[in-house]
C-alpha cells in the first residue's frame, strides 16, 4: 500500500509538473493563503479539494468533528499562526452532514477518549433539545447537530484573545461558518458570519460584579 502511494505521488508530481513548469517552485518559495480552514477529521471532507483551491491558497487544521475547543493548544496555535504570521482575511470554520464525530456523541455507546473530546457537542444536544426534537428523524437531527456545532464554533473562535487583539489592532479578519453534504459534495452559507465590529464579547468583569 506504501509503494502504491509512493507511486501515484510521482504521477501527482510529474502530472503538475507538466500542467505548470513552475508550480513546486513558486508553492516553496512562499505560504500566502488567503484562507484558514478548521475542519473535521474525516477524509472525505478535504478543504482544498472541497473548496476548489490550490494546497497553497489555504492553511488547514483538522479535528474530530470540528470542535473549537479554549484549551485546544494545536487549534489555538494554528489560529495565532494564520492570523498573526499569514495575515488571512478569512477563517472558515465547515462541519459536514453525515459527521461520525456529531453521531457518537449522540449514541449512548463508550467511545474511549473520544467522549471526552465530543462533550461539547452533547451539552449543544441538551441545550437545544427542543429544536432538536421538532427534526423529522435521527438523522435530520444529527445533521442540525451539526449545524449548531459550526455556529457555536464561530462565536467560540470569535470570543478568543487571538481574534479580539486582531481586532482591537484594527485587521479586517472575518469568521465564517459552514457546512459540507457529503452526498451532493456542496457548500452551504450557514448565515453566521462574524467581522470586526460584529461581535461583543461576554464582559467578564461586570458578571462578576452582579
Known sequence: MLNDLLLRNRAWSARRHAQEPDYFTRL?????????????????????????????????????ANIVHSSDMNLLSALEF??????????????????????????????????HWLEPIRRLARGYAVDLGRERDTEARRDRLAELNVIEGVRRICETPILQRAWRRGMKVRVHGLIYGLKDGLLRDLDCSIGPGHFQPPDFHQEAAQ
Not at 478548521?38 to 497553497?56: E, M, Q, Y
Not at 498573526?84 to 477518549?113: F, M, N, S
Open 82 to 115: 494564520a492570523v498573526d504570521a499569514l495575515k488571512v482575511r478569512e477563517i472558515i470554520l465547515c462541519g459536514h452532514y453525515g459527521c461520525g464525530g456529531v453521531k457518537a456523541a449522540t449514541e449512548d455507546l463508550p467511545h474511549g477518549l473520544a467522549d
Open 28 to 64: 516553496a518559495a512562499l505560504q500566502a493563503p488567503e484562507f484558514f480552514w478548521i475542519g473535521c477529521s474525516d477524509s472525505r471532507v478535504p478543504a482544498n479539494v472541497v473548496a476548489g483551491l490550490d494546497p497553497g491558497e489555504v492553511f488547514v487544521h483538522r479535528n474530530v
